[in-house]
T-cell receptor, first 105, second 113 residues
Framework: KNEVEQSPQNLTAQEGEFITINCSYS?????LHWLQQHPGGGIVSLFM???GKKKHGRLIATINIQEKHSSLHITASHPRDSAVYIC???????FGAGTRLTVKP | DAGVIQSPRHEVTEMGQEVTLRCKPI?????LFWYRQTMMRGLELLIY????????DSGMPEDRFSAKMPNASFSTLKIQPSEPRDSAVYFC???????????FGAGSRLTVL
């Protein structure tokens, strides 16, 4: 059983919608990482956070260490946000299976 | 900056052959990570280095896999002998120790026939 669970596995949204992707983990961690993998396969690091909230443009990531849960939010979604979003937890770098997001125009 | 550079981008080889994947991290970065991605297992951390020293290689699947970082600007991941189940995309990433962002290479797609 993967100790890092992401939901949903697949998500389809209309352009402009607010998106939430969730990541839950069962082990104690020091930090959590959100990655974005584009359809071409390239991986981009979005956020690394250990507490609270971080914001970059239309992306917001939050983490609740006590509840062992993190969320990635995308405001005003756009077709170019279509990608697989992956969370990874430290200490031992376990990865979630990813959430495939498709934003339709 | 050219980013993290991996080579080759694609490699097709036969079972039993030696495979060497290469990575050039971003200049100034002192942490380097090797990952493997497959459809079945997703992303997995294989090994990471801080200041050229291997810190955690617990993700290396077996003795057929070895990784080296002879200097701050170069790392290799070697598979000998290769097996079909090693077919995957291998990513290298680099960062500054303790930094909040990793920079990934484009990946090396390995197919072992």
């Amino acid at each position: 059983k993967n100790e890092v669970e992401q939901s949903p596995q697949n998500l389809t949204a209309q352009e402009g919608e607010f998106i939430t992707i969730n990541c839950s983990y069962s082990v104690g961690i020091s930090a959590l990482h959100w990655l974005q993998q584009h359809p071409g396969g390239g991986i981009v690091s979005l956020f690394m956070l250990s507490s609270g909230k971080k914001k970059h443009g239309r992306l917001i990531a939050t983490i609740n260490i006590q509840e062992k849960h993190s969320s990635l939010h995308i405001t005003a979604s756009h077709p170019r946000d279509s990608a697989v979003y992956i969370c990874a937890v430290y200490n031992d770098m376990r990865f979630g299976a990813g959430t495939r997001l498709t934003v339709k125009p | 900056d050219a980013g993290v550079i991996q080579s080759p981008r694609h490699e097709v080889t036969e079972m039993g052959q030696e495979v060497t994947l290469r990575c050039k991290p971003i200049s100034g970065h002192n942490s380097l990570f090797w990952y493997r991605q497959t459809m079945m297992r997703g992303l997995e951390l294989l090994i990471y280095f801080n200041n050229n020293v291997p810190i955690d290689d617990s993700g290396m699947p077996e003795d057929r896999f070895s990784a080296k970082m002879p200097n701050a600007s170069f790392s290799t991941l070697k598979i000998q002998p290769s097996e079909p189940r090693d077919s995957a995309v291998y990513f290298c990433a680099s960062s500054l120790v303790g930094a909040n962002v990793l920079t990934f290479g484009a990946g090396s797609r390995l197919t072992v026939l």
